[in-house]
């Protein structure tokens, strides 16, 4: 089963770029598409997940905030 996660970051962010990476180890093991979304461009956006980023949205589901963990990821994506 293919899986959609949509990562909310922002640029010079480094646990943004922990957590893409952690993405990207995970498409080893599962079929992902990722959608990076940039905060900063938009608002709502920047104004509902200023201090939480960065946040991941595995298939449209329950976000999972900082500080993301490989085995919640993991798990995210083989409930």
Request: with cysteine; proline share 5%.
């Amino acid at each position: 089963m293919a899986h959609h996660i949509v990562i909310y970051s922002k640029p010079g962010c480094h646990l943004c770029e922990d957590a893409l990476a952690l993405v990207h180890q995970l498409r080893r093991e599962f079929d992902l598409t990722l959608e990076e979304i940039d905060i900063t461009a938009d608002a709502t956006l920047l104004k509902k997940y200023f201090d939480q980023i960065p946040v991941l949205v595995i298939d449209n589901g329950t976000p999972l905030a900082a500080p993301i963990r490989l085995a919640t990821v993991r798990a995210a994506l083989t409930a």
